[in-house]
């Protein structure tokens, strides 16, 4: 007689939403297996009935064939009491308890549901909202656990007879996937144009086809917000965008029909391309052609253009498909908000907020929960950097290489993102934005509760930036009420997100560099261009730059001039009308600049290496006006990758403490502030003015960390902070350090500047708090406080 079991198996990870309950069905009945399936707020649960050969069958293979979009964590199965019975059902999902599963990330429309949306015989022929178990929106969606129907905001349309066939059906690729619908049942489209907007249009995309290519900006209800959108090809419609917005000069992202269009525009290896056409469809840096259209307003001084592919079907049919009247193939997609605030996400705020910026929406009646910004990535050495991280990637958790306890660590004021963890997960949050307005701060508040709800992590433990004024630390003090707030030091956070990010696990010090704009030092000075001995639980300022002053402080970094004007006072150098950034300033501003820097009004001292970064962009010619963070900065690394043979870089000077003395290492940009004086006056060009001052930033890079090596002993290097999302810096070092034999760790997946900060916060934080739990073999916190070096 055949010998017959019954087990009880729970799949943990990303297994809902992505068609997981109805691969286990078709994986059941395939082997005659009796039982059910159903989501619950810790995962998958199924219970398998049948032959112990076929019910074995079913447990070793379930990880390796599941579906595609599924992250499994865990599965783990145990034997219960035979139930008997036949056929295998999908039952009602189970409410109650901690929630312990994951969400997916929204993901690009699949293959199948384009060629569904292309074909006049199908019932979806053009269906804005077209979706499967295999693409469509997830975690934008989603107001609760577990991932079910009436857990997202789909709850409000109710499946025609048609669609509710197809969602039971086992073979249909449609089988429980739950945002399903048709434009029988589905949300509904419209064009609202006018002054208020009221009027709506027969044939929406039709509509809006048409506004766009006569030079119109449409506000476009995306997954995660709005977007707004121009003609990218017509000056006159980019121009008036940008002055709507006040955008400045930031550049603004496209959204090109495919990937010829792309090409046409700039260099394109297979790693971009993957990106380009992947299931998270991000927007990616892209190197110009010099020979591509010059596209005047969308990116100026720019050497890199944003571009990303359709990736919902209402941007398919925005952007024509194939037959479809001739319309704009080239779209500006920049998020739909004022400068500095949240994307907007509510339909009638979008009407409210958006009112000066757009001239018709393009609008839908399906909320939007969680609200998620495009993120960007783009390509170092033949591997992805993602610089920001939200749509695609959000909520997917990172696994961390030490258990902590439920820690919530709020990161910076500049693009913020929080994260949460416990256990040996931490969850990033979606990019929040730079934390200066109310609207931002709120913003915060409900995405915080949001991603709680969702990962089930009650917080016992804080952390937040050592800057005293920082909002985002603030909030976290205001919010502690009896729980541990720890501050964390700025660069020691970039730090530790990197090694975190490595999975290692903080046992041994690494050589930490950490290059950016600005960080709270323990001095009260602005840090950015550091060098420390690092490990979790504390840290050693082994280098620095040298301090110079910041004249004004936000004034310095809007008016890179003056960041000049003041490294040159402080390397001893004159100040003479021949030098660029001496003729972009002011005589009036001279004059006080001057005497500011004479007694040290308002000039705080800082080591920043973004700082560096900006004075020599000025002195050079390349910038002198910043209308968005790091602009000199990234117009300087453009000036660069159009150099010929530049020659040698630049040398700083190296004042190393004598034997006995106290005191970290100093690197003095002063000789090359001379020495980019010297070549400006002799005409020797920005690009190789630019080329060899990265040659030389790297140089010192290689040459600071011998010396830690040397003298310490660590032969691991992180690169981290905001500097090395410049891919030639980063590049050009992790060249050298490999030469002269470190290992080198640089960011991939975690952003390296302030989007991946609370990482490293949370890593921290957490260093000094841990203790095994009783049950979980998870971690929670007994008290304590930080450990310093």
């Given amino acids: 007689m055949e010998h017959l079991e019954r087990r009880r198996v729970t799949v943990r990870g990303v297994v809902q939403g992505v068609g997981f309950r109805p691969y286990v069905y078709t994986r059941a009945t395939g082997l005659g297996l009796a039982g059910h399936v159903t989501n619950t707020p810790e995962g998958v649960v199924a219970e398998v009935e049948g032959s112990a050969a076929a019910v074995s069958e079913f447990c070793e293979r379930l990880a390796a064939d599941a579906p595609p979009l599924a992250v499994v964590d865990a599965v783990d199965h145990r034997p219960v009491p035979l139930a008997g019975g036949a056929g295998f059902t999908i039952i009602a999902s189970r409410s109650g308890g901690p929630a312990r599963t994951l969400v997916s990330p929204d993901v690009a429309t699949c293959a199948d549901c384009l060629a569904e949306l292309a074909d006049p015989a199908d019932r979806r022929h053009r269906h804005p909202f077209i979706t499967c178990t295999h693409c469509g929106p997830r975690f934008t969606i989603v107001t609760g656990l577990p991932y079910d129907r009436a857990h997202t905001t789909m709850d409000r349309f109710p499946m025609c007879a048609d669609c509710a066939r197809e969602y039971a059906d086992p073979a249909d690729r449609r089988f429980h996937a739950q945002p399903v619908a048709c434009p029988a049942c589905g949300p509904r489209l419209r064009l609202l144009t006018g002054r208020p907007p009221g009027g709506e249009t027969p044939d929406p995309v039709a509509g809006a086809r048409a506004l766009l290519a006569a030079g119109a900006v449409l506000a476009v209800k995306g997954l995660g917000g709005y977007h707004l959108a121009c003609d990218a090809t017509l000056p006159g419609a980019v121009a008036e965008l940008r002055r709507r917005k006040d955008r400045g000069d930031k550049p603004f992202a496209l959204m090109a029909r495919d990937l010829a269009d792309v090409e046409a525009l700039a260099h394109l290896g297979p790693e971009e391309r993957e990106l380009l056409t992947g299931g998270v469809r991000p927007i990616v840096l892209l190197r110009r052609r010099p020979d591509g259209a010059p596209l005047p307003g969308v990116a100026p001084g720019s050497p890199d253009l944003g571009v990303m592919l359709p990736y919902t079907p209402l941007h398919h049919l925005l952007l024509g498909l194939d037959g479809d009247p001739r319309g704009p193939r080239l779209l500006v997609m920049t998020s739909g908000n004022l400068s500095g605030e949240p994307i907007v996400t509510d339909d009638a705020e979008a009407l409210e907020r958006l009112s000066g910026l757009a001239d018709a929406w393009l609008t839908h009646d399906r909320p939007i929960h969680v609200p998620c910004d495009d993120s960007v990535v783009r390509v170092c050495d033949g591997e992805p950097l993602v610089l920001r991280r939200s749509r695609g990637y959000a909520p997917l958790p990172l696994t961390l290489p030490l258990p902590v306890p439920a820690t919530l660590a709020v990161g910076g004021d500049l693009k913020n993102a929080f994260c949460l963890g416990e256990g040996r997960r931490a969850w990033l949050s979606a990019h929040t934005g730079d934390m200066d307005d109310l609207a931002t701060r709120y913003a915060f508040e409900r995405a915080e509760r949001q991603l709680e709800s969702l990962t089930g992590v009650t917080p016992a433990l804080l952390a937040a930036d050592g800057h005293p004024g920082y909002r985002s630390g603030r909030w976290a003090r205001e919010q502690a009420g009896d729980r541990p707030l720890v501050p964390v030091q700025h660069h020691h956070a970039h730090v530790a997100s990197a090694l975190a990010e490595h999975g290692l696990d903080g ?161 003095d940009p002063a000789p090359v502030l001379a020495a980019v004086a010297a070549d400006v006056r002799a005409g020797a060009g920005r690009p190789v003015i630019a080329a060899r001052f990265h040659a030389g930033v790297a140089d010192l890079v290689g040459t600071l960390c011998g010396l830690a090596r040397d003298r310490h002993g660590p032969d691991t290097v992180a690169l981290t902070g905001g500097v090395f999302a410049n891919t030639l810096l980063s590049s050009a070092c992790a060249r050298l350090l490999r030469e002269r034999g470190f290992t080198v760790l640089r960011h991939r997946t975690v952003p390296p500047g302030d989007g991946g900060l609370a990482l490293g916060q949370l890593m921290v934080a957490a260093a000094g708090h841990v203790t095994e739990h009783p049950q979980r073999g998870e971690a929670h916190v007994p008290g304590g406080t930080r450990q310093s070096a």
């Avoid at 323990?522 to 910041?550: C, I, K, N, Q, S």
């Avoid at 006072?569 to 820097?597: F, K």
């Avoid at 900065?633 to 004598?658: D, N, S, T």
Wanted: some cysteine; proline content about 7%; overall charge negative.
């Fill in 507 to 667: 046992s041994r010090r690494v050589i930490g560099v950490a290059f950016d704009g600005t960080g709270y030092g323990d001095d009260g000075a602005v840090w950015g261009g550091e060098v420390l001995l690092a490990d979790y639980a504390g840290y050693t300022r082994f280098a620095h730059l040298a301090y110079v002053p910041l004249p004004g402080g936000d004034a310095a970094v809007r008016r890179p001039y003056r960041m000049a004007l003041a490294h040159l006072w402080a390397a001893g150098l004159d100040r003479a009308p021949d030098l660029p950034c001496t003729a972009a300033c002011p005589p009036t501003e001279l004059r006080v600049l001057e005497t500011q820097l004479e007694r040290g009004l308002n000039c705080v001292p800082t080591s920043s290496m973004g700082r560096l970064f900006d004075a020599v962009s000025s002195l050079a010619g390349v910038c002198q006006h910043a209308g968005y963070e790091a602009q000199a900065a990234i117009e300087l690394e453009g000036a660069a990758c159009g150099a010929p043979a530049a020659g040698p870089g630049y040398a700083f000077a190296v004042r190393v403490p004598g034997a006995g003395a106290a005191g970290p290492v100093i690197a």
